[in-house]
Structures are given as C-alpha cells and as structure tokens.
C-alpha cells in the first residue's frame, strides 16, 4: 500500500495542506487521480508519497490512463501559493478540468510544410527585434502601434518549433484571439491551438488532455488560462498587448498573468517577451533593474512610405465649436462625412458604456440611484430601463422626480449608447456598430471581425473593447469623444492607464495602410500628458510617472494588498476595520497602512464597504497578512488600482 499527498480540484476544498489518500500500486508525483471528497469525486494530481499517516486514509477511486502532468506546471504548482495565496482546491482548479473525456481525441500530425501564406520581408526593426531576443528569461518588446510585433512572435515561434519546443502566445482578451490564431495559423497550419474560458468545459477538458498528451512542438494561442495548459516543453512565452488589466484575475487567486508567466519560463528555461506600445511602468522599471533587454520598434510594418496622422484636438469646453451637434465637434462631424465619401471607416471611442451615466432633477437635486449600492445608474435608451453597472439591479425609466415630481428629468455623461445614437441622426445612410460589455455573444467584435476588414460596417462605436490589438486596413478615421473619462480618478494608475488607452485607440491610424485623421475631444488640451501621447513621447511620461510613484511610495517601488471588507452598516464596516489596522501596526512597524477609509464605491449589493491599504518592501509580509486574513475580509495582492 502506498500513501500519496493529492491537491483535490475543487473550490469547495478550502484548506492549505495536501490531503492524503491510499492506493494499491506505486504512484508518481503527477499522476493524475480521480479522488473522494466529501460526498464527491474529484480530479486531483498527486505531489508527492508519504509515509503511512497515523489516521486512516481513503483509497482512491481510480487512475486515469494519462501521462502525468508536466514537471513544470509541479513546479508552478507549489508557486502558486506562495507568491499568490489562495485556497488549494481553488489553485489546483486551474491546472486541471472539471472531468476526463471518455473519447479522447488527437492533434493532426504537424510539419511546418503547412505554411498556406507567404509571409512580407521583414523589416529593418522587426529584424533587429529578433536578432536582440535571444536567450531565455525577460525581453520587453516595445513596439510603436502598427510596427508589426505579430510578425516578431511568429518569427520566434518558428524558431522555437524549429528546435522541438512549444510556444505559448497570449492575448489578454478572448475577442482578439481569433485573430491571433488566424495569424499563426497562416504559417503554422492546424498546430495551432486556442484556450480559453468560454470554451465549453467539454472543448477544454478534450484540448487538455490533446496538449497532456502531445509529445510535439504545439502553438497555443490564449488568454491568461492558457497558462495552465500542459505543456510538455517551451520554448517561448508571449504576452501581447501585455499593459492590459484583463490580464490581471479579478478573483481568487489574484495572480497577475506576467508573474506567472515568468515563473513558468524560468522553470522551462524558455524566452519571456512582453511586447506592448505602451509598457507597464512596473515592468519596464523591473527590465531596466534587472538589465534585461528593451527592444524599441518605432517602423511602420506596412511596407508602403510613412504616413503621419493628422491630428485635430477639440476644446470640450469651447460650445462655439458644437454648433451641428452636442457631442461630436464641428471637425469630427466634417471628418466623418468627409471619410464617409472616401468609403473609408471611422471609430467614435468613448469608454463609457449606456446611454447617459446620471439621471437627476434639475429642480430638487434627486438622483437616480441603486438602492443596493449606492452608484448612480445608467440610461440604456434601446431598452428605456435604468440600470447598476455593478450589482445589475435594473428600474423602469422615471419620467418625474418621486421627491419633487418635477417632469423635468436631466440626463447627462454620454455613454456609447448614446454616441451611436448621434451618429446614426447625423448620417443615416452609415452602417453603424456598437462594440462594448453591453454586447450579447452574436454581437461581439469577434463575431463581426470578418465584416469590419471588409468594410461591411462604416462606423464603429464602442469602448476599450475595440482599442485593444486589432487591424482594420480601412479604418482612417478615430474620434476620441472624450479623452479624459480615466484621467480623473483619484488613483495612482490614472495617468498611466489614460496614456494606454489613447495611444491604443488613436494607433488603429496611421498604420501604413492609408492616410490617418485624429480628432480628439477634451476638457484639458493643454495637458503635458495629452502632449506626450501625441508626440509618442514616452520617455518623458515614464521619468515623470515614475518620480512621482517614488514620492508617494507606489509600485513599483513596493509591493501592495488591499483589503476590503464588507458589513450589514457602515459602522460595523469602519469598527472592524479600525481594529484590524490596530492589530497589523501592533504586529509589524514597517508597513505602511493607508486607511481604513470607506471603498471607492462605498455600498455594493447592501453591504457597506471599508478597506485598508498595506504597502511593503517584503512580498513576504503581505503574503503573511493573507494567510492570517479574519473571516469576512478579502484581499488583492498586486492589485491593478486601489478604487
């Protein structure tokens, strides 16, 4: 009889060791088991054996005839709760299925041979990029908008096949990975392989066991859960438009897709690139640190003479200028009809999703509320409800002030509901699309990508959703409703998040494929960030951003936890959190302990809402406070923004 430590895949599973369980043959770390668990069975992967326990141990069910899991997702494994604490059975989750399939099924034999599309020279840039990216560990890939990164990671991805290992190329939402695929398909032919969570649990749990299985080079295109796909061998890790928040889990575990994707090339000894036009600060500081490589492409990958994009800035608060409409100004309403005419395609961005953001009486001061939370709701005109973008509480539209009953209702902060409504007044004739969360699965950018490349849609309306990584050769035209919606947030990303989110969405122009036109609204037009942003003036925005992190004890110059916690009042909210910061600063002088002050977000779904923000030089000391956490408390360690 041999005694095994098993991690058991299931959330319900909260505790901190390996249960240990009994079975008849010898087992090896790996092996992929099928395990009792209360009055469940469950899939587990045994870690290591054991002497015989003092208490007796439950046999296992039974042993799947499958390879066991690669040594280093083990390795990642045992990681995993020591960098990003979380319970076990939620960790293990992520390495393994929900079930076994009965009929397994197998990847098409690969030969590079498949290539179906003849690829463009290179580029003086793209080649220099992949002269410099040699060797395992970190490169940071900072490419202009449009300086053809993809061809890069295809060009690595070859060479990483060429010497028998995978690669793993991620994209940080699930709508841009068919365009990724279809890229690497291009060259790579039926060896590409896509993983994501909307997949069905079927499709997945058939891909997992197709890659536990492949003993040749594969291609995996995914989001941040492709991570844990078991990968035999690999050689290089991607990291696409790598400044993206989506990249961060918003749920137990709080791992942060770059973290884990380092440690998994270091196991695997396999080259790390994070590639992006506008880089973490955090992990262009770490590069620089650490003397890792930074490759800079600024080159056009069209092979076509440069073209400038013409930019117009619009002064928000300059009414004189919007005389033809509320909310386009009089050069973005010229331009559009101007683009229009060229039968070229434009994009109206607006990060802001709805019809109209608040709803008040103009008599009384009313405003139209969650009851549940607290936050203003939205207008959705096409559905004529209100609405809470965090709890979904939904309410019929009032058409007087229950305080007042004053008839005159004030609707105002545009979203793009809003903004594709205006458009559709002013140029009835355009086929007209809006891309936002709000959007149900057949509506989805993903789902009409073929249609915009084509030019079957002439304006496109929508939020990040369609600033993030994609190509559309007929796009000449973006019309940035209102550049500063994330500038004016009280939070230390707001400015760096701003800088992102303009430069992705004004480089869908000017990418070689034709002449580019900007037009940007704005309260601020003389604002040095919208000054870098338009120069391409990084530099300069990362030395000050980083000056003032500095100042004010930010990362990436420590480490940061927040914790929340929720209560019936906010009372009992603020006592409890009173007393759990007296308790840390008693317990270890050198943190630093912002709050307890009420949430951004004060009230979410009838809970009140308290937090305390923990800063510290020693990951290990954060970590510490979460595997100590009271109950009714959570956690973010690393966490994106402190709102």
């Known amino acids: 009889m041999q005694y095994v430590e098993v991690l058991v895949a299931d959330a319900t599973y909260h505790g901190s060791e390996p249960l240990t369980y009994s079975h008849n043959t010898r087992l090896m770390p790996g092996s992929i088991v099928i395990a009792p ?3 469940k069975n469950v899939l587990g992967v045994v870690v290591r054996t054991v002497k015989k326990p003092t208490f007796t141990a439950k046999p296992l069910l039974s042993v799947p005839s499958l390879p066991s899991l690669p040594s280093a997702l083990l390795d990642l494994l045992s990681w995993m709760p020591l960098y990003y604490p979380a319970p076990l059975g939620v960790l293990a989750q992520l390495f393994l299925p929900k079930q076994i399939p009965k009929k397994p099924r197998s990847l098409p034999s690969f030969t590079l041979s498949q290539t179906t599309k003849t690829l463009p020279n290179l580029t003086d840039d793209q080649q220099q990029a992949i002269d410099a990216i040699s060797g395992s560990g970190l490169h940071i890939l900072h490419g202009e908008t449009g300086s ?17 290992k995978s690669a793993l190329i991620l994209t940080p939402e699930i709508g841009l990975t068919s365009q990724l695929a279809n890229d690497f398909r291009n060259v790579f032919g039926e060896r590409v392989v896509v993983v994501h969570s909307q997949l069905t649990d079927a499709t997945r749990a058939h891909i997992w066991q197709e890659l536990l299985m492949q003993e040749k080079p594969v291609i995996v295109v ?4 492709a991570l844990f796909a078991p990968i035999r061998q690999l050689g290089l890790i991607v990291l696409d438009e790598a400044h993206e928040t989506a990249y961060k889990q918003d749920q137990a575990p709080y791992y942060h897709a770059t973290s884990v994707a380092a440690r998994l090339a270091h196991v695997h000894h396999a080259k790390l690139v994070i590639g992006s036009a ?14 890792r490589p930074i490759i800079r492409m600024t080159q056009t990958a069209a092979h076509t003479a440069p073209v400038e994009r013409i930019v117009h800035i619009a002064d928000l608060r300059n009414r004189n200028d919007f005389t033809r409409s509320a909310f386009f100004s009089n050069a973005l309403v010229d331009a559009i009809e101007n683009t229009l005419r060229k039968d070229e395609q434009i994009l109206l961005f607006l990060n802001r999703r709805g019809t109209a953001r608040i709803i008040f009486c103009d008599r009384c001061g009313w405003q139209a509320v969650c009851p549940h939370c607290d936050l203003p709701l939205v207008y959705h005109g096409d559905k004529h409800i209100m609405r809470c973008h965090s709890c979904e509480y939904k309410s019929r ?7 007042c009953q004053n008839t005159s209702i004030v609707f105002k902060s545009i979203g793009t509901k809003a903004v594709a409504a205006e458009a559709e007044r002013l140029f009835p004739e355009a086929r007209i699309r809006r891309f936002d969360t ?11 990508y073929d249609d915009i490349r084509a030019g079957n849609i002439d304006i496109l309306v929508g939020t990040q959703t369609v600033a993030k ?5 007929r796009l000449s035209l973006v019309g940035v409703i209102i550049a500063d919606t994330s500038l004016y947030f009280p939070d230390f990303t707001a400015s760096e998040r701003t800088y992102q989110l303009l430069t992705q969405v004004i480089g869908r122009v000017g990418r070689g494929h034709r002449q580019g036109h900007v037009v940007v609204q704005t309260y601020a037009p003389d604002s040095p960030l919208l000054r870098s942003i338009l120069q391409k003036d990084w530099e300069t925005f990362y030395q000050t951003e980083l000056k003032e992190r500095e100042m004010f004890h930010f990362p990436p110059f420590c480490y940061v936890l927040k914790l929340v916690c929720r209560r019936a009042t906010s009372l009992a909210a603020q006592k409890a959190a009173v007393n759990f910061a007296s308790q840390l600063t008693v317990a270890n002088k050198r943190l630093t302990i912002e709050g307890p002050t009420p949430a951004f977000h004060e009230r979410i779904q009838n809970k009140f809402v308290w937090q305390l923000i923990i800063k510290s030089k020693h990951r290990q000391e954060l970590v510490d406070i979460i595997n100590a956490l009271p109950s009714g408390w959570s956690y973010d360690i690393d966490p994106m923004n402190l709102l």
């Open 37 to 39: 668990l209360r009055a």
């Open 148 to 164: 053809g990164k993809t061809r890069v990671y295809i060009e690595l991805a070859r060479d990483s096949v060429h010497a028998g």
């Open 222 to 225: 995914g989001a941040r859960s």
């Open 278 to 291: 506008t880089p973490l600060i955090r992990d262009y500081y770490i590069a620089n640190a650490k003397n």
């Open 397 to 403: 539209i009032l058409f007087s002030c229950p305080e």
């Open 438 to 448: 709000d959007n149900k699965k057949a509506e989805r950018i993903e789902e009409h």
């Open 469 to 473: 990584g994609l190509d559309f050769p």
